[in-house]
């Protein structure tokens, strides 16, 4: 690919990630934090280090953003603050003892939590979409 190809891509892909609702990112992110500690993972078995310890600092990257991006207004971002100081403690473990069971279960509860705010997402939207029609059939009957 030429590079005004690559630039027409990367604005294309910019454009899809500021298109999308703050759940949608989210859950990319979320999805990116499992694809990374998946590839650790597949790294560790065939013993290219570099690999793995790139793939970890990438999940860790990931949660302090994850972190640094919480509204501590809210009662449950202090406990996601805990949750992800947990996780960062835990993937610093990973990656100082090359430890693939404990990167299994963190993966594990990343994946829950991805899980459980994929549910919320999907949720919060019905309601949006149901609020909308409600207000619309509203609007019909007037006139």
């Known amino acids: 690919m030429d590079f005004k190809g690559y630039q027409g891509y990367q604005g294309y892909k910019e ?16 999805d990116e934090l499992v694809k990374r500690m998946v590839r650790a993972g597949l790294a560790l078995d065939k013993g290219d280090h570099a690999l793995f310890e790139a793939s970890v600092d990438r999940c860790l990257d990931i949660v ?4 640094d ?3 501590m207004q809210y009662p449950i971002s202090r406990n996601l603050n805990r949750l992800y100081d947990y996780f960062s403690f835990e993937l610093n473990r990973v990656k100082a ?3 693939k069971t404990e990167l299994e279960r963190v993966k594990g ?9 994929r549910e919320a ?3 919060a939207l019905q309601e949006l979409a ?11 009957g007037e006139g």
């Open 15 to 30: 454009q899809g990630i500021n298109e999308m609702t703050p759940g949608e990112l989210l859950l990319l992110l979320y």
């Open 64 to 67: 302090r953003y994850l972190d």
């Open 69 to 71: 991006t919480l509204d």
């Open 97 to 99: 003892g090359r430890n």
């Open 109 to 117: 509860m990343v994946g829950e939590l991805r899980d459980t705010f």
């Open 121 to 123: 997402n999907k949720t």
């Open 130 to 140: 149901a609020a909308a029609q409600q207000q619309a059939a509203g609007q019909g």
